[in-house]
């Protein structure tokens, strides 16, 4: 585990390969989740350096003082930076509310990119009205609905639930309702065509909250963007599916 300082904050993050002659790549969970996800991706270090962080507030990143909304996805957009500078990484890989904030990235900051991996998310996050209430007064019922079937996954195995409800847990019912009412403001619908790296959206096949048709919408408005499903997955097809995820991503990555 390293950390890097960031307006005051420690944001803590895992990095391997760092002798391969890839692109370097940093990778961004979604909504009260942390870098672990990405655990599967590590096998594409021996290709490129490969780094997964903790955004504010998640794992082992010190918190920020952020109002849900804009103030949030910036203050995580800038975690991002901090990393990838740190790690001379030239590529995001967004997991849901990560791919926003790695799309916030590349509308809003000078970070050089050679491209983006979008994978659970869309230009637009809208959360159901019931999941926001139950945030705020049942997290027990928000986090039972998101680990139902076809929703975060598929069909996962019951180790692979049980991490992802703890690490809902660890982070908090405050923090993971900043997450996903963060989400709930994002809409960068109108400018897709202002991203100006490579990118590749990638879905899963069953995923019940960004479907499938919110990826054709990034395929359609980014000017150069690949889409690739992912079969017998959901909303966190990388892990779910890890090999297939990185099949798709590794083609991908060669050609930049």
Do not use: K
């Amino acid at each position: 585990m390293h950390t890097v300082e960031r307006h005051g904050r420690r944001i803590a993050y895992r990095s391997r390969g760092g002798d391969a002659d890839g692109p370097g790549v940093v990778c961004v969970h979604g909504s009260g989740g942390t870098g672990e996800v990405w655990a599967g991706q590590f096998r594409l270090a021996s290709e490129t350096t490969t780094t997964a962080l903790d955004l504010s507030g998640h794992g082992a990143s010190e918190d920020v003082d952020a109002e849900p909304g804009p103030e949030t996805l910036e203050a995580y957009a800038e975690d991002v930076v901090a990393v990838a500078e740190e790690t001379d990484a030239s590529v995001l890989v967004g997991n849901s509310l990560g791919g926003a904030v790695a799309m916030w990235v590349a509308l809003e900051h000078d970070l050089p990119l050679d491209g983006l991996v979008l994978t659970g998310t869309g230009a637009r996050l809208t959360v159901l009205e019931d999941l926001l209430v139950w945030l705020r007064d049942d997290f027990e019922r928000a986090v039972a609905f998101l680990h139902e079937p076809d929703r975060l996954f598929h069909d996962a195995d019951a180790e692979t639930l049980d991490r992802s409800r703890a690490a809902m847990h660890d982070a908090g019912r405050a923090v993971v309702e900043r997450d996903f009412r963060t989400c709930h403001t994002f809409d960068v619908r109108d400018r897709l065509d202002a991203i100006d790296v490579p990118t590749l959206a990638v879905v899963g096949e069953h995923d019940g909250l960004t479907p499938p048709r919110f990826h054709e919408r990034l395929a359609e408005g980014i000017p150069d963007c690949e889409l690739v499903e992912i079969d017998d997955a959901a909303h966190m097809a990388m892990v779910e599916r890890p090999a297939a995820f990185n099949d798709a991503v590794r083609p991908f990555l060669d050609s930049l």
